[in-house]
C-alpha cells in the first residue's frame, strides 16, 4: 500500500466511525434581515444555467465595459472569466463607495497593547491614502500595470492601503505572510519577479515589539542568490517616534515610507481600467515540492466571486460591523478582510496581535466595545480560546449575529462551544471550506436557508458542483460512509489562473489527474482536483477530512513536508529527515520530525536545536517542530522509500501494523521505545 493510499483509508476509516450530527436551525431574527433567503438560488446557479449564473454575483461591481464572453474556455484549463470587460478592484473597494459612505468606518484598527487607541479610517481616509501610496509607487517607484510588488507587512492598515494602491495602478501584489521568515520571503521574491520590497520596522505581538525589519536584508539577499534584485525597500514606521528596528537603513535602497509621502500629499491617481482577466495578486501556498506555489488570481472574476459570498454567505450589510481575525498574509484575509467586505463597503474591524493578549477575554471585550455583529475565525483559534478562557464570552455583552469558521474542518464538540458559548445559542455558524486556490467558499451553508450541523461544511455554495471520486475516478455516491477525493466538476470565478510562471504544474497538480481529454476545450472533460478527502452523508452535506497529499495543515497554514525537511538537511550534521503530521489538540496537526545522522556524528541537544532554528529561519516560528528526534535510522522499504506512514503512527501512538515487509523492520521497535518509552 503506498503512503499516498494509506492517507486516503486512514481518513476513511476516521470517517466511517463518526456519527451524523444534530441540526441546528439558524435563528428566525437572522432570517428576517439575511442578504438571501431564497433557495431557488440553487437552481439559478445549476450547471444548466452555467456560466451565465455568475453574471448575478458580477453585476455587484462597477465595471468600466462590460464582459462579451462570460467563460472563455479555449486555454483549457486556465479559465478567463468576463472577456473584454475592463474592472479596476481599487476603485470598486473604495471610490464608489465614497459618494454614500465617504465618512463611515472602512477599517477600525486595534493594537494590540490595550492602552493604545484605536484608528478608526473612514472610506474618504482611505481613498485619500490609497491615492497616496498609488502616486508614489508610480512616480518614486516606477511601477506600472503587470509589474510585481512583494508585501511582507503585518496586520495593520498599512497593509490593505499597499494592497489596494498597487490594485488601482493594475500593479500585481505578493503579499507574504509577515509571520514568515527573511528567507521564505526572498524566495517568494525571486519566483514572482518583484523588484520592489514593502516592509515595516517592527510590530506587536504577545506582549514585545518585534523587530520586523531586520528580515528585510535576508530576503534581498535570497532573492539575489536566485537571481531577482531589489532595487527598492519601502518601510513603514510602526511608531513615528521611535524605531522598532536595530536593522540599519541601507542608503538607496531602503527608504521610509512617511519620509517620501510627505511628497505625494494630496495626490490623485485615477484608476486604471484593467480587463478582468488581468492578475490581480499572487499568493503562494505551500505545495508537495519544496518550491511555494504561486497562485495567480484574477481581477474581474475573483472580485465578483468574493463580493457575492461575502454578501451570501457572510451576509454581510454595510451596517453591519465585521471582524475576521485573520491574517490578510493568507488568502482568507484577502478574500474575507479586504476585496470581498470592502466590495460591499462593510466596516472591519483589523486588530494587530494575539487573540489572547494580555488574556483570553481580549478578543470579547473589543467585540463588545465596537458592537461586532460578525465574527470570522479558525478553528485552531477557537480551541484556543476554548482552552485558555471557556467562561470569557460570558462575561461580555457583545451580541454576533453570524459567525464564520474557516481553515480546517472543526470537531463537533467545539462548534458547539463556539455556537453556545461565543454565539450565545443565537448566531447562524457558517463552517466554510475552501483553498487558497479557489479564491473563495466552495462548500458552506447558506446561513438563512439550510440548517447547520456540527462538524460538516454543509452542501456546496452555489454554482459550485462537487463529486467525489475513488481513486480509479469512479463517483463515490453519498451516505455510502466511503471517503474519496472531493474535486469540482465545473470551473467558477474566483478559481485561480495559473500556477505564477509554471503552467505544467498548474495542470499536473490540479487537473491532470481526472482529466478525460487532455486536447479538450469542454470544462465538463477537466475537474478541479482539490486534494482534499471528504465524505458525503446522505442529506448532501459534506464532511472534509483534510489533505490526501503531504501537505501538513498547522492552525490552518498549509505547510509543504517538503520544505520542513529541506531546513533539517541544512543542518550539517544531518543525513536524512521525515516530516510527519502530530494530532494537536490546539493547533489540529503539528510537525513531528525524525532525522538521522551522518557517519561519525553522535546524537545530541544541540543538534535537534540547530533543526529547529534551521526550519524558524527558512520558513518561519509557524513551522516550529513538536518534537525533533535522532534515530538510528528511518524505516525504508527495500527501495529505500523512507515510510513516513511508520512513523506517523508512532508520533501519534497509533497501531504499526505488520512491518515485516520493511528492509529494517528492527528499526521500528526501537524508534517506538525512544518515542513512546
Request: net charge negative.
Amino acid at each position: 500500500m503506498s503512503e499516498q493510499e494509506w492517507v486516503q483509508v486512514s481518513e476513511a476509516q476516521i470517517a466511517v466511525h463518526w456519527q451524523e450530527e444534530e441540526l441546528f436551525h439558524p435563528p428566525a431574527e437572522f432570517i428576517a434581515q439575511a442578504n438571501m433567503t431564497d433557495p431557488s438560488i440553487y437552481g439559478r446557479f445549476s450547471l444548466e444555467n452555467f456560466p451565465e449564473c455568475y453574471k448575478e454575483y458580477a453585476d455587484l461591481l462597477t465595471w468600466y465595459q462590460y464582459w462579451h464572453t462570460t467563460l472563455d474556455t479555449s486555454d483549457a484549463p486556465c479559465w478567463k472569466w468576463f472577456v473584454g470587460g475592463k474592472i479596476n478592484a481599487s476603485y470598486n473597494c473604495v471610490d464608489r463607495h465614497l459618494a454614500k459612505h465617504q465618512n463611515k468606518a472602512s477599517f477600525v484598527f486595534v493594537p494590540e497593547p490595550e492602552d493604545e487607541p484605536h484608528l478608526v479610517l473612514t472610506y474618504r481616509e482611505l481613498w485619500v491614502r490609497v491615492n497616496e501610496v498609488a502616486a508614489l509607487l508610480r512616480d518614486f517607484a516606477g511601477l506600472q500595470a503587470g509589474d510585481r510588488v512583494t508585501l511582507h507587512l503585518p496586520m495593520v492598515p498599512e497593509l490593505p492601503i499597499m494592497m489596494l494602491a498597487c490594485a488601482r495602478l493594475g500593479v500585481i501584489h505578493s503579499v507574504v505572510f509577515g509571520g514568515f521568515s527573511g528567507r521564505a520571503c526572498g524566495e517568494r521574491i525571486a519566483d514572482s519577479g518583484s523588484r520592489v520590497l514593502v516592509t515595516m520596522d517592527g510590530y506587536n505581538r504577545k506582549g514585545e515589539l518585534l523587530d520586523h525589519k531586520s528580515k528585510s536584508d535576508i530576503a534581498v539577499e535570497v532573492a539575489q542568490e536566485e537571481g531577482q534584485t531589489v532595487d527598492k525597500v519601502l518601510v513603514w514606521r510602526r511608531y513615528r517616534d521611535r524605531h522598532a528596528s536595530a536593522a540599519p537603513m541601507v542608503e538607496g535602497r531602503d527608504y521610509f515610507m512617511d519620509d517620501l509621502l510627505k511628497g505625494y500629499v494630496g495626490a490623485r491617481v485615477d484608476p486604471v481600467p484593467m480587463p478582468a482577466e488581468a492578475p490581480l495578486f499572487l499568493m503562494y501556498t505551500s505545495g508537495t515540492t519544496g518550491k511555494p506555489k504561486g497562485c495567480q488570481h484574477s481581477t474581474g472574476g475573483y472580485l465578483a466571486y468574493v463580493a457575492g459570498t461575502s454578501k451570501y454567505v457572510q451576509d454581510i450589510h454595510p451596517e453591519d460591523v465585521y471582524w475576521c481575525m485573520a491574517d490578510i498574509g493568507w488568502i482568507t484575509g484577502h478574500s474575507y478582510i479586504v476585496y470581498g467586505p470592502l466590495a460591499l463597503g462593510a466596516s472591519s474591524v483589523l486588530y494587530e496581535g494575539s487573540p489572547t493578549c494580555p488574556d483570553a477575554g481580549r478578543p470579547w471585550r473589543i467585540a463588545e466595545r465596537l458592537n461586532v455583529n460578525i465574527f470570522h475565525t479558525a478553528p485552531t483559534t477557537i480551541r484556543m480560546l476554548r482552552k485558555a478562557g471557556p467562561d470569557e464570552p460570558a462575561k461580555h455583552s457583545y451580541h454576533f449575529k453570524h459567525m464564520t469558521t474557516v481553515g480546517e474542518p472543526i470537531e463537533p464538540e467545539v462548534w458547539r462551544w463556539y455556537y453556545y458559548v461565543v454565539g450565545k445559542g443565537k448566531a447562524a455558524i457558517v463552517d466554510t471550506w475552501w483553498q487558497t486556490e479557489t479564491g473563495g467558499f466552495l462548500c458552506s451553508t447558506m446561513p438563512a436557508i439550510q440548517a447547520m450541523k456540527p462538524g460538516s461544511a454543509g452542501p456546496a455554495v452555489p454554482g459550485i458542483h462537487p463529486v467525489v471520486y475513488d481513486e480509479e475516478g469512479k463517483e463515490i455516491e453519498k451516505g455510502s460512509g466511503r471517503a474519496g477525493n472531493i474535486c469540482i466538476r465545473n470551473p467558477w470565478p474566483g478559481a485561480f489562473q495559473t500556477v505564477w510562471g509554471d503552467r505544467g504544474r498548474y495542470v499536473e497538480t490540479y487537473y491532470a489527474k481526472y482529466c478525460h481529454d487532455e486536447e479538450s476545450k469542454d470544462w465538463r472533460d477537466w475537474p478541479y482536483f482539490t486534494g482534499d478527502a471528504a465524505m458525503q452523508s446522505q442529506d448532501g452535506y459534506y464532511r472534509i477530512l483534510g489533505r490526501v497529499d503531504d501537505v501538513i495543515n498547522v492552525a490552518g497554514h498549509r505547510l509543504g513536508t517538503k520544505e520542513l525537511e529541506s531546513a533539517s538537511l541544512a543542518v550539517l550534521e544531518v543525513a536524512e529527515a521525515a516530516v510527519v503530521p502530530l494530532a494537536d489538540p490546539i493547533k489540529g496537526r503539528v510537525p513531528d520530525i525524525y532525522i538521522s545522522l551522518k557517519p561519525g556524528y553522535k546524537p545530541s541537544q544541540r543538534i535537534k536545536a540547530a533543526v529547529t532554528q534551521a526550519i524558524e529561519v527558512s520558513i518561519g516560528k509557524i513551522a516550529r517542530p513538536q518534537h525533533v528526534y535522532i534515530v538510528p535510522d528511518m524505516p525504508k522499504t527495500r527501495s529505500g522509500k523512507i515510510m513516513r506512514r511508520v512513523l506517523a503512527d508512532i508520533s501519534n501512538g497509533r497501531d504499526i501494523g505488520d512491518v515485516t515487509t520493511l528492509a529494517n523492520p528492527e528499526i521500528v521497535r526501537e524508534i517506538q521505545r525512544m518515542v513512546q518509552g
